[in-house]
Every structure is written in structure tokens, then in C-alpha cells.
């Protein structure tokens, strides 16, 4: 079955330390792999998205990370901002289908305290 | 407009109503896509429009949930006779067609079915 498993569930920084969130997806065929920033009370917003071929991506001071191989990506937060608060979702596309049917993680729920 | 907007924002029903939801994608995006996403828990897919053509239902939980777009711009998703297992946030998002072009999500609309 595909699969998307995020972990910590969540986790509470202090303002301008930095993080990492992990992502396992057990989704195949792979297309691509996006992380999603969710305020709360809002719809995501897009971090990064990621192919098959791409190893890192970064976003300002969010940084991804791809192993195709592992079948596990992660996203480091440099200097967190209380901004920063938010719902993390990791988002895999299956492709050689239908595109809308993105298999969602449940998200890592960080919160940063000042 | 600017983004992808959603009506209502919140919607309290009674169970056993019939609600309609609607979404207005950013202009020029052909591909419409909903999601149904419980509280603590990632989006989950429920169906995927290009255009009026609806692609793909596979993700609609039964036969009461219904979603249309007659003029591959606006679309309603209209959940007959509610029941309390269908409160959720739904969210709606916008891209383009092809490839690994971002989704860019709507604030949602949360239904609560008491």
C-alpha cells in the first residue's frame, strides 16, 4: 500500500535553533516528492518539490533532501522563526496515473517558542 | 484573483442536510483537484478535474459526495444528506496540467455536521 510516514509527530523548538523532520514513503512508482508548509486555518503552501534525479533542494532557510534509494527525504529549518510555526506535510506523487491523486503524510506540527 | 479561494469558509449543518462547497482556482488553471482533511491528519484526495472532465473519483467516500465544474472554471462539491463522520476541513487546489507543477491550495472550507 502506498504510504507516506512522517516522524516526529511533533516537536517544539526554541526561536533560532535548527530542526530537521523526516519523511519514509513507501509510494511506487515515484514521481516526485513536495513538502507542504501548513499555517493553521489555512491551505499548504508549497516548500520544495523534488524528482526522482534530485538530491537537495533548498527554499531559503528550509533545505530538503532526497534518497530515492532509501525511499526517505527530510526537511532541515535553518534559524527558526516563530513564523515558522506550522503543520510540515510531506507530499509523494505515484505518477503513470492520475496527478491528483498526491499520497499525503499527516504532517510533523512544529512549534517554535521564543 | 490571486489565489485560490474557497466559500464558505466554515459551514455548520445539521445532519442529514445537503451542503455545497465552492472553489474558484487561479485563473488560467485547468486542473482542479479536492481533498478532505480531517482534524490532526494530513489532505486526503477525493477527486481531480482537468478542465470540465472529471479524471478521476476514486478518492470520494460514497455516493453522496458529488463534485462538478460544468465550465472547467468554478467548482462545486456538494455532500448530500451529511452525516458527523463527514465534518472535516475540504480543501480545494489549483494547477497547471502538466509535469510537476505545484498545486496551490485554497484556505478550505471547514463543515461541521452536528
Known amino acids: 500500500k502506498n504510504q507516506v510516514e512522517q516522524s516526529p509527530q511533533s516537536l517544539i523548538i526554541l526561536e533560532g535553533k535548527n530542526c530537521t523532520l523526516q519523511?519514509?514513503?513507501?509510494?511506487?512508482?515515484?514521481?516526485?516528492l513536495r513538502w507542504y508548509k501548513q499555517d493553521t486555518g489555512r491551505g499548504p503552501v508549497s516548500l520544495t518539490i523534488m524528482t526522482f534525479s534530485e538530491n537537495t533542494k533548498s527554499n531559503g532557510r528550509y533545505t530538503a533532501t532526497l534518497d530515492a534509494d532509501t525511499k526517505q527525504s527530510s526537511l532541515h529549518i535553518t534559524a527558526s522563526q516563530l513564523s515558522d510555526s506550522a503543520s510540515y506535510i510531506c507530499v509523494v506523487s505515484p505518477g503513470g496515473g492520475s496527478q491528483g491523486n498526491l499520497i499525503f503524510g499527516k504532517g510533523t506540527k512544529l512549534s517554535v517558542k521564543p | 484573483g490571486a489565489g485560490v479561494s474557497q466559500s464558505p469558509r466554515y459551514k455548520v449543518a445539521k445532519r442529514g442536510q445537503d451542503v455545497a462547497l465552492r472553489c474558484d482556482p487561479i485563473?488560467?488553471?485547468?486542473?482542479l483537484f479536492w481533498y478532505q482533511q480531517a482534524l490532526g491528519q494530513g489532505p486526503e484526495f477525493l477527486t481531480y478535474?482537468?478542465?470540465?472532465?472529471?479524471?478521476?473519483k476514486s478518492g470520494l467516500p460514497s455516493d453522496r459526495f458529488f463534485a462538478e465544474r460544468p465550465e472547467g472554471s468554478v467548482s462545486t462539491l456538494k455532500i448530500q444528506r451529511t452525516q458527523k463522520e463527514d465534518s472535516a476541513v475540504y480543501l480545494c487546489?489549483?494547477?497547471?496540467?502538466?509535469?510537476?507543477?505545484?498545486?496551490?491550495f485554497g484556505p478550505g472550507t471547514r463543515l461541521t455536521v452536528l
Open positions: 478535474f482537468q478542465n470540465e472532465a472529471q479524471l478521476d
Open positions: 485563473s488560467g488553471h485547468v486542473s
Open positions: 487546489a489549483s494547477s497547471s496540467p502538466w509535469g510537476t507543477d505545484t498545486q496551490y
Open positions: 519523511c519514509n514513503y513507501t509510494v511506487s512508482p515515484f514521481s516526485n
